[in-house]
């Protein structure tokens, strides 16, 4: 009796985790599917960021009745940050009108790109994903707003530069990068060694492969050997949380230690104890909940019991605002596509035109309760990132304080260096099709 | 000529022109692989029982330590949760040797290595649905453990020493005594040896297979939960920590599947090889080498001693 039971638990066991749950999907709702990871060596990064796109559009449900008066389906797919699982849910989901893909992942990102064109469903990687993506001409069904891995690199090089009384004044001086050693990690390495080669600063790499996130001794042996006068991070789940404690444990001034918006939860600063205290980020969006729409997410879907999210003082912190910001994209593509369109039920080539014609000026965002929250954006057809600005935080000991202002990428420099990297992308891909879509049109 | 020089010479240049450098590479080496010889325990102990080759070993060590944190968050006091996770190991050692090994004896090893694949993944399933997959903070206040940095004098410079890394190689040893002790000194212990070297000579003296098995999978238990705080404290505890058990494969290829001390042994080879070469060869290959390395270490030995260092050499004669 028991052998049958054992394996069908091996079986069972085995299923419950590789197939994705795909409920049905009604026709008369605008389809969004998410993919999430809430579990694996990632979820630390994950979850928040989960928790805060679903409730973004479920409040959208709640309070507003959906967008444009229909009611948005949201489903979320478990991915896991695996590039593999990613694909699985995709081919799951796009034949139910899946409206918009989200990957969150530069691994499933990459997959995705050569097959939005094709089934013509637009992929979202907010701040994420292939820079080169940005190019519109060449990649007219990705977008990557608001900004590019590498206008976020070029910011940090900005930021030291102003610290240290000009760009020029980095002549001599040595910037440590380190960065998980995948797609993630690797994407903003071009930019900095042109950076270096220019600017007269010494590059010098500090990769952390993924069985070694946890145990990042040999790196910041490393560091403290070389001593660079800057750190600069690209790190995602447990990397972070233990680069902060490796740095102040080998007394690394924090205050020129920056990390990307990525490495920014606010666990990943707290894991640091009291030696994270001063520790920088990038970021593009507010923290904290003191928001008139993330009032409103607490009040029609935390309080209601719709949301996953763990505890009310969750709302708020970086990783939440995050998925927030990602969504109030997706919500806003859609509007802009019913506007363009003129009808309610969008398609996904509808979305793809809101997407590339996205211009949310001031009076918008106060409009949507989230004033302060983030920088008035644009997408355009030739610039589906935006190049948007970003500022530079810092971690107080118990949550993060903006300290600069609003900092524009190196947009000259890297303009050149996106078009160069997508025409090599295409011709690497050969044949890859030709733009046939017309500027915010169909 | 240059290539020949920064490989043969400029390595041993830079140890020689630091020592305090290198005495922390060292010393970061020795805790990373005391703690490698820890989870590689946790499959030495269950190898040399039951013949079974635990895939499941690198999440017994996440449950662990991911019971003892979710029962704290409950609003256990930290000691009270240390004792409640002890027991939660035991139910799970009970459980396993009544619902997967007792079910499938004499079944064919790759039966055993695949239903403990089932295991893993039940226990990440299990794992996730009842203390959720965020990662959580080790509650090492309130267990007593020093999180604070010490400052050696040494050659001149200062030595940075963490006092978790202290307390783990501490409580690392301990461990590896204690368990060389319970083998050869008890009655159990010799009882597990016995079933180690035949299961049915053992079971003709009126050993008991079912019972054995529970207290191995309790012990491997026993070393995942201190495993589990000791990692988790460095870092944090989420389910990422998995990926370390696969850094026991090159260390039980080292130091053989049946040996405690050659646990130990490969644990450290490892642990300091692979930081060693890392930081004075690893720039030569771009970084990052430590991952593969101690596989490479592990493989050169397989040359010389297929049986690792400490296993028992099998000999078939035909």
């Known amino acids: 009796m028991f052998k049958p039971m054992a394996l069908a638990f091996s079986v069972a066991s085995t299923l419950a985790v590789v197939l994705p749950a795909v409920p049905a999907q009604a026709e008369d709702s605008l389809y969004v599917p998410l993919l999430t990871y809430r579990t694996g060596p990632y979820a630390g990064s994950g979850i928040g960021i989960a928790d805060g796109m679903h409730d973004y559009l479920e409040m959208l449900n709640q309070r507003d009745g959906g967008i444009g008066g229909v009611k948005i389906a949201i489903e979320e797919c478990e991915t896991g940050y695996n590039s593999q699982k990613g694909v699985e849910c995709y081919e799951a989901t796009k034949g139910k009108g899946a409206l918009v893909y989200n990957p969150w992942s530069t691994g499933i990102t990459l997959q995705l790109i050569p097959k939005a064109g094709v089934d013509k469903i637009p992929v979202l990687s907010m701040a994420y994903g292939l820079s080169a993506a940005a190019d519109g001409k060449t990649f007219p069904w990705v977008f990557n707003p608001p900004m590019t891995y590498w206008d976020g690199a070029s910011v940090a090089v900005k930021y030291i530069g102003g610290k240290e009384g000009g760009l020029a004044k980095l002549k001599g001086k040595t910037i440590g990068f380190i960065y998980l050693d995948a797609p993630y990690g690797k994407e903003p390495i071009p930019l900095l060694e042109d950076l270096a080669k220019e600017y007269g600063f010494k590059l010098m790499k500090y990769p952390v492969p993924g069985d070694k996130m946890q145990d990042q001794s040999s790196q910041w042996l490393n560091v403290q050997s070389d001593s660079p006068d800057w750190m600069i991070m690209w790190g995602w789940g447990a990397m972070n949380p233990t680069a902060v404690k490796e740095a102040a444990k080998i007394g690394y001034p924090m205050d020129h230690f920056i990390g990307v918006w990525f490495s920014g939860g606010d666990d990943d600063a707290k894991a640091g104890g009291a030696g994270a205290k001063g520790f920088l980020t990038l970021n593009f969006n507010g923290t904290g909940a003191g928001y008139p729409a993330l009032a409103d997410i607490k009040k029609y879907v935390v309080a209601k019991g719709l949301s996953q999210v763990k505890g009310d003082d969750r709302v708020g912190e970086n990783n939440y605002n995050h998925g927030v910001y990602n969504s109030m994209l997706i919500a806003e593509a859609i509007r802009n596509a019913q506007k363009i369109a003129g009808k309610k039920m969008v398609d996904a080539a509808d979305v793809r035109a809101g997407l590339e014609t996205l211009n949310i000026d001031a009076a918008r965002i106060e409009a949507m309760g989230l004033k302060d929250f983030m920088a008035p954006m644009k997408v355009t057809c030739d610039d589906h990132s935006g190049e948007n600005s970003v500022y530079v935080q810092q971690w107080d000991g118990a949550k993060w304080t903006k300290v600069s202002d609003w900092i524009e990428p190196m947009k000259d420099k890297i303009r050149p260096m996106l078009v160069a990297d997508a025409k090599a992308y295409a011709d690497k891909n050969a044949p890859w099709p030709a733009r046939t879509e017309a500027c915010g049109g169909r | ?318």
């Open chain 2, 1 to 318: 000529m240059d290539l020949l020089a920064s490989i043969f010479v400029d390595p041993f240049l830079r140890m020689a022109g630091n020592p305090t450098f290198l005495t922390q590479v060292v010393w970061e080496g020795f805790v990373s692989g005391i703690l490698y010889a820890l989870v590689a325990l946790g499959f030495v102990l269950i190898y040399k029982a039951s013949g079974v080759f635990n895939f499941a070993q690198g999440i017994m060590m996440v449950f662990a330590a991911l019971a003892l944190v979710g029962l704290a968050e409950m609003g256990m006091p930290a000691w009270g949760a240390l004792v409640a996770a002890v027991g939660v190991m035991l139910i799970l050692a009970i459980g396993i040797e009544r619902l997967v090994l007792r079910p499938l004896v004499n079944q064919p090893d790759i039966i055993l290595l695949m239903a403990t694949i089932g295991l893993t993944r039940f226990l990440v399933g299990l794992g996730e649905m009842v203390f959720g997959g965020e990662p959580k903070v080790m509650i090492t206040e309130g267990l007593g453990i020093p999180t604070g940095v010490v400052r050696v004098p040494l050659f001149g410079k200062f030595l940075i020493l963490k006092e978790i890394d202290i307390t783990a190689a501490v409580v690392a040893v301990l461990m590896v005594g204690f368990l060389a002790v319970f083998f050869a000194r008890t009655k159990i212990g010799r009882a597990l040896r016995a079933v180690a070297d035949d299961h049915q000579a053992a079971l003709s003296v009126g050993i008991s297979l079912e019972r054995i098995w529970v207290i191995v999978w309790f012990a491997a238990g026993i070393v995942a939960l201190v495993t589990g705080i000791m990692w988790g404290a460095r870092s944090q505890v989420s389910f990422d920590l998995e990926v370390i058990a696969l850094k026991a494969l090159p260390v039980l290829i080292l130091g053989g599947f049946t040996s405690v001390p050659g646990a130990i042994v490969g644990g450290l080879v490892i642990g300091i090889g692979e930081k060693v070469g890392e930081i004075y060869w690893g720039r030569l290959l771009g970084g990052g080498i430590e991952s593969w390395l101690a596989y490479l270490i592990a493989l050169g030995f397989l040359l010389y001693r297929p049986q690792g260092l400490f296993g028992e050499k099998i000999i078939e004669r035909v």
